[in-house]
């Protein structure tokens, strides 16, 4: 009998196996619960690492690659081969690569030991970017440091150290939500020098990004105060001079545009004047439409400190239980961005 389209499909353990799915249903979430204990037992990872992370003996760890267990079973075609019809010369050329490939776990071993990790820079982005972790990895032995990788979240940067220096090393991770982005667990491999074994260690470098909300991409024109209107001539006697054309963007106002360039056929430009005051935005979270979420609100005042702050304006932002005066300049725009981050999150602004 056929089933019928309109039909929820089942999960065929469910269906057919309806005890084992229960089962598993109630073994998986205590094995995934097991893991993290697991993980600071047998990698030593827990909280994050103090700076640097030194990788010591205890924290690296060894084991064959696939072309090495695949060199291991030809070796030992090989030696069942010589015992069969007692080859000298095959018993030599056993122990020969046998001892080789017993030299590269030493040299794998040796390419991370005492090697030295320490965060570095990582700049704040907006949702939907691409968080950029800097790690300083340096060598203090006088050999080099070759075939050297660092992964991350799927990310893999491979790097290579001269004799006692240091690498900056980029790791760009994916973000999706605005806060505070912990790096979390990094490997750090290496398969020198044959490709035949595998050594790594795993550590929790004590490194955050900050994500800010993201903008919204179209958002409607700023707010205009009515104490203090934009464009605003300063009385200190600055001359409404022109100063150039820049690429229009959707918040500008119809006056500045440069209306001659785009009826000859040209791009769609806004007029910048030096002089102008630039008067006062106060951007508010409640005089935003109600129908907003907090998500949406977020993205829209984003949007406005951005654009304020590409032209020149002082404004003040209003949040609820947070506000920020009035002000301007990048540390301003910094600090304005960095409360919508951390809004409703229980983070403290000013950690």
């Known amino acids: 009998m056929l089933a019928r389209p309109d039909a929820r499909r089942r999960p065929f353990l469910a269906v057919r196996r309806p005890l084992v799915a229960r089962s598993l249903s109630s073994v998986v979430p205590r094995l995934?619960?097991?893991?993290?204990?697991?993980?600071?037992?047998?990698?030593?990872?827990?909280?994050?690492?103090?700076?640097?992370?030194?990788?010591?003996?205890?924290?690296?760890?060894?084991?064959?690659?696939?072309?090495?267990?695949?060199?291991?079973g030809a070796l030992l075609i090989m030696l069942f081969a010589s015992i069969n019809y007692n080859l000298s010369l095959g018993y030599a050329l056993v122990f020969l690569l046998g001892g080789v490939a017993v030299a590269s776990i030493v040299h794998a071993f040796r390419n991370l030991l005492h090697l030295s990790i320490t965060p570095g820079r990582a700049d704040p982005v907006f949702a939907g970017e691409r968080a950029s972790f800097h790690l300083v990895v340096s060598n203090q032995r006088r050999a080099r440091r070759p075939s050297l990788h660092l992964k991350a979240r799927g990310a893999l940067a491979p790097f290579a150290i001269a004799a006692e220096d240091s690498a900056d090393v980029l790791l760009p991770l994916p973000t999706t939500r605005r806060g505070w982005m912990p790096l979390g667990r990094v490997h750090i491999e290496t398969t020198y020098p044959l490709g035949l074994i595998r050594a790594w260690s795993v550590l929790a470098p004590d490194q955050r990004c900050l994500v800010y909300p993201a903008p919204e991409r179209l958002p409607p024109p700023l707010p205009e105060s009515g104490a203090h209107s934009l464009g605003q001539r300063s009385g200190a006697g600055g001359d409404d001079d022109f100063a150039g054309l820049r690429p229009h963007q959707a918040a500008d106002s119809p006056r500045h545009v440069a209306?001659?360039?785009?009826?000859?056929?040209?791009?769609?430009?806004?007029?910048?004047?030096?002089?102008?005051?630039?008067?006062?935005?106060?951007?508010?979270?409640?005089?935003?439409?109600?129908?907003?979420?907090?998500?949406?609100?977020?993205?829209?005042?984003?949007a406005w400190v951005v654009i304020a702050e590409q032209r020149g304006l002082a404004f003040s932002l209003a949040l609820p239980g947070a506000s920020v005066a009035v002000g301007r300049g990048p540390g301003h725009c910094a600090n304005c961005l960095l409360r919508l981050a951390l809004f409703g999150t229980g983070e403290a602004a000013d950690a």
């Open 32 to 72: 995934l619960a097991l893991r993290e204990p697991l993980d600071r037992w047998l990698f030593r990872v827990g909280r994050p690492d103090p700076a640097p992370i030194v990788l010591g003996h205890r924290r690296i760890f060894v084991l064959p690659t696939p072309a090495g267990l695949a060199f291991a």
């Open 259 to 302: 209306w001659k360039i785009l009826a000859r056929g040209g791009p769609m430009l806004t007029k910048q004047f030096s002089g102008l005051d630039g008067g006062e935005v106060h951007l508010d979270w409640a005089a935003l439409p109600p129908p907003l979420g907090t998500e949406a609100r977020l993205s829209r005042l984003a």
